[in-house]
């Protein structure tokens, strides 16, 4: 029997009160896009009561700072958050300076290093700023677990220990498959979900969310709760995000990703790049319109729609959000006027030396690619251009003069060579 089953069986729903139609209506705008909420019951009965007292509910999501940027797959559970936080909710984002020390073991198969506190405290710095480009930021709690989680000390964490088996903590399925398979498990990973756990203790959490990823430790803070004296926590896990191949899980590491940050050109032609199918993925996780007028679009599409004009819609939709309604606009003429062969308006002016210099040193220099052998490669495969003609000769050494070199679809520079 799993951990959520084991919850099902072993908690009592509260007292009912009345479902009114704001709290039904409520509840769904809680439930669209959602993998899985535990345990639906309660978390009514919470809504129910929160309109009756007037009080709202404490709705809580950690982050650890272990890389300093935030993508669009991170922002599939912070728009749930949002969500709830316009229906009058108290949303608490938590920044899980002390958790990050330990790492985070989640879907791993080897121990994740620990980083160091410098590292934490510089990736914290842009956390918060770029939730806040999704999230109110007027109306956002924010914290740190390191505000309780550095006072427990020794004697508090043995006795936080204390109220957990090894057992239990085995139930987790990356734990259970490294254990059988004798890959090495620190004891601070053990830590880990403990630690987490403790924040929902910590902030009284009413409802915590987090990736499918995250189940496990959201819900060690459900028991935690209980083991406190509190009413267990609600937990809502949101699905993963696929990344722009719409295979692995969006990561800058994989190189999958739109980061919230990036140029609205650049973030509008990555959107563009995504396959029809995919779309409704990204509309279904990202889009803030209505289920309604996305099923509308489907059978728009289902009748001879272009879905390019949909793809349209919500590549504009998303720049608009992270930069305005302008810059969006702006994006879809730069990618119409690449599709047409033109160059960007916006791109990097940059200064070379050492003319006669060769191809790919020439690419790397301009930033255009990696390494001087992956410019090569690109050759190879005719994605390289000057002024608009196709480079073949991977020996070719470019005179001094000022020209636009293109890599691929969308990286571009002005060079001007000396």
Not at 215 to 239: A, D, W
Not at 268 to 275: D, E, N, V
């Amino acid at each position: 029997m799993d951990v959520s089953q084991n919850l099902q069986n072993n908690n009592a729903a509260p007292d009912a009160l009345p479902m009114s139609d704001s709290v039904q209506e409520a509840l769904a705008v809680a439930k669209r896009g959602v993998d899985e909420l535990l345990i639906e019951t309660e978390f009514a009965q919470k809504l129910a009561r929160s309109e009756k007292t007037g009080t709202p509910l404490r709705i809580k999501l950690g982050l650890d700072p272990t890389a300093p940027d935030l993508h669009l797959g991170h922002t599939v559970v912070l728009n749930k958050m949002r969500q709830l936080q316009n229906l009058g909710h108290t949303v608490i984002f938590l920044i899980g300076d002390f958790t990050s020390m330990i790492g985070d073991p989640s879907g791993r198969n080897v121990t994740r290093p620990p980083l160091t506190r410098e590292q934490i405290e510089e990736n914290a710095k842009t956390y918060f700023a770029q939730a806040s480009l999704v999230l109110d930021p007027a109306r956002t709690e924010i914290r740190y677990n390191s505000e309780w989680s550095d006072p427990l000390g020794a004697r508090g964490m043995i006795q936080l220990a204390a109220k957990y088996t090894v057992a239990r903590i085995l139930e987790r399925e990356d734990f259970t498959k490294r254990f059988k398979a004798g890959t090495p498990i620190s004891v601070h990973e053990l830590l880990y979900p403990l630690m987490q756990g403790y924040d929902s203790v910590a902030l009284k959490s009413d409802l915590e969310l987090g990736g499918t990823d995250q189940k496990f430790n959201l819900l060690v803070g459900r028991e935690l709760q209980k083991h406190y004296g509190q009413e267990p926590q609600c937990i809502l896990t949101m699905p993963l995000l696929e990344g722009l191949d719409g295979v692995e899980k969006m990561s800058k590491s994989k190189g999958n990703y739109v980061g919230i940050t990036e140029p609205a050109n650049t973030m509008f032609g990555k959107l563009m790049s995504i396959s029809d199918t995919m779309m409704w993925r990204y509309y279904e996780l990202l889009s803030f319109r209505s289920t309604a007028e996305i099923e509308q679009f489907k059978k728009e599409v289902e009748g001879g729609r272009n879905p390019r004009d949909l793809k349209v819609l919500f590549a504009q939709e998303i720049v608009a959000r992270f930069h305005s309604g302008k810059a969006a606009e702006d994006a879809l003429a730069d990618f119409n006027n690449r599709a047409r062969g033109g160059i960007p308006d916006d791109i990097p002016e940059v200064s070379l030396s050492g003319a006669p210099l060769g191809i790919g040193q020439l690419l790397k220099q301009a930033n255009l690619c990696p390494s001087a052998s992956e410019a090569l490669r690109m050759v190879e495969q005719g994605g390289v251009r000057i002024d608009g003609a196709t480079i073949s000769d991977k020996g070719l050494k470019v005179e001094a003069g000022t020209f636009v070199l293109q890599v691929g679809k969308r990286k571009f520079a002005r060079v001007t060579l000396a």
